[in-house]
Every structure is written in C-alpha cells, then in structure tokens.
C-alpha cells in the first residue's frame, strides 16, 4: 500500500484551531457544559450504571471509528473541521479527537468501580480538567512538565478538592473523616490529571486513574460499600 499525501486545508481551518496551550474558552465551556448535562441526566435516570456504561462505551467506539474514518477520508474531515473547528484542538485536525477518549474514560470508570467513586472521578474530568487548564495557561509560571504548572496542578487540587467535600457532604454520614477523604482525593484528582503528560489523553487518564485512587483511598477510610 502506498503512504497516504499530506492534507492541505485551507487557512481559515487553522484559525479556528487550537494548540493545547491556548486558553480556549469555548472548549472548555462544552466540555464542563456537556459533561454536566450527561451527569444529570445518568443521575436522573431510571437506569443502572451498567446500562449508561454499556451505552457510553458504544458511543466511545463510535467515536473512534468515525475518527478513523476521516482521518483516511480529506474531504469528511474538511467538513468537520468547518462544523466542529472551534471546540478542536490542532493535534485533533489529523488525528483522534478528544470525545472517544472522554466518553471511554466515563464508560470504564462506571463498569469498574463503586457508584459513588465512579461519580467523583468524572466530576473529575468534567470539572477538574478544565480549571486546572484554565488556570495553568493563564498563571502557569513554575513547570512541573514541559506542558503542565504548578499553578494549573494546584487549581485542580482544590476544585477536587471541593468537588469530593460538598458531594461526600450530600451522600455519606457527616464525620471527621470527610475532611481526610476530601484532601487526599484532591490530590489524586490533581496527580490523576498530571499523568496525561504521558501521551496519554487526559480524558481517559483522570476518570481510570482517580478512580482507582479513590478505590484504594475508600478501603483505607472507608465511605462507601
């Protein structure tokens, strides 16, 4: 098989792209805006979290297979890029773009951990991800990693930080170990959203791996059977 030819696009496609280090305000208001409306709508629901974590996985490898799809077609992936170009980063012009990865992330932390701990690690991801790069491209001065701050880790510390209080507040007994439960799950969310820097889509990497963090943090304080 011959190598595929290089894509051109038009010059109005890169206006509307973005590198990871943009502040992209319009992307990060669809992802806490989507994310929850999602969280509403699995919490509203009548249905078990095996029916939402089968339903979002089938979107999640929908979601790949398109991305495959117009990745070896030029003219389908011009017509998402026109439609879709402002919530896009450039990385995802060529290659995959951040929803299978998010949706997969989602799928997993409901198919393998606890209802609750599932819930918190994608408010992770809904709400943690997109401050903590809020606040890492705008205040971001000392660099744990060539693309993450100290600053950006520290905002993502407290938003999940305080995400775990008030939601550990509303669904288990009040206790002294709360207050314990909810700093060291802030630190997981943070180092959870580190962890991207890997090569790894953060998407997928805070929901796995803050819900395995919350998993072994609920077996030391144990807030949820």
Known sequence: ????????????????????????????????????????????????????AQLILAIALAGFSFDLIRKRNPKMNAIVIKLMGPL?????????????????????????????????????????DPISSFFGVL?????????KSLQGAVAGFFTCYLISLFYLMN?????????????????????????STFNIDDNLTIPVLSGLGLTVLNHFIPLYR
């Not at 995959?96 to 951990?113: D, E, I, K, Q, V």
């Not at 205040?139 to 693309?147: S, T």
């Not at 669904?171 to 997981?188: D, E, M, Q, R």
């Open 1 to 52: 098989m011959g190598q595929s030819q290089p894509q051109n696009y038009d010059s109005s496609f890169d206006q509307v792209l973005h590198k990871r280090s943009d502040l992209h305000m319009l992307r990060k208001v669809w992802h806490i805006g989507t994310g929850t409306l999602c969280m509403v709508t699995y919490l509203q629901s009548s249905y078990g979290k095996t029916f939402w």
């Open 88 to 128: 896009m980063r450039r990385s995802e012009r060529e290659g995959m773009s951040g929803l299978p990865y998010y949706a997969l992330g989602c799928s997993l932390a409901l198919f393998f951990y606890q209802k609750d701990i599932g819930i918190l690690s994608m408010l992770f991801l809904i709400f943690g």
């Open 139 to 147: 205040y971001g001065k000392d660099r744990i990693f060539p693309n």
């Open 171 to 195: 669904t288990t007994t009040l206790s002294i170990h709360i207050l314990t439960f909810s700093v060291i799950a802030g630190l997981i969310g943070s180092l959870s959203e580190l962890c």
